[in-house]
């Protein structure tokens, strides 16, 4: 069995017991003790198991990624929604904009002339180019994450 398969098999295993010990996953699918640990790494690595003391077990919270890495990828429905929520604004609005990839999304599509409030730098950033925007920049404390 080729490790791919055995780690989607490993996978529905672990979210039917919740958690697995390297022993069991040795004696299930009749691998030795190495293999079981680089799949267990595998597994650890790609962030979808947790490692525990002789096994894995599934993640009870998702890690959160920071703003930068959720911002560098790539998402066609954020791209919609954004095309779509930009159509809110009406031309002299007043609006705040929060801290969001989502919203950072929004920000091309925001084509009325109107006035943004928002502690977001990178939001702003998107936005200055944007002659028709009254743009302010909130102060506070900076969060270096998000």
């Known amino acids: 069995m080729y490790q ?3 780690l989607y098999q ?3 295993l672990l979210r039917k017991k919740k958690s697995l010990s390297k022993q069991e996953i040795m004696s299930t699918f009749n ?3 190495d293999t079981a640990r680089r799949d267990i790494i595998c597994l650890v690595e790609q962030k979808i198991a947790l490692r525990t003391h002789g096994g894995i077990t599934l993640p009870t919270v998702q890690l959160r990624q920071s703003f930068k890495e959720r911002a560098n990828l790539k998402n066609s429905n954020k791209d919609l929604l954004g095309k779509v929520s930009s159509s809110y604004i009406k031309k002299n609005a007043i ?3 929060d801290t969001s990839t989502t919203v950072q999304y929004m920000c091309k599509y925001i084509k009325e002339k109107s006035t943004i409030y928002s502690n977001s730098i990178d939001i702003i950033e998107q936005l200055k180019d944007n002659a028709t925007l009254d743009l302010h920049l909130l102060g506070g404390k900076l969060n270096p994450v998000n």
């Open 31 to 33: 691998i030795s003790r």
């Open 95 to 97: 609006c705040y904009l």
């Open 10 to 12: 490993i996978m529905n």
């Open 4 to 6: 791919e398969e055995r």
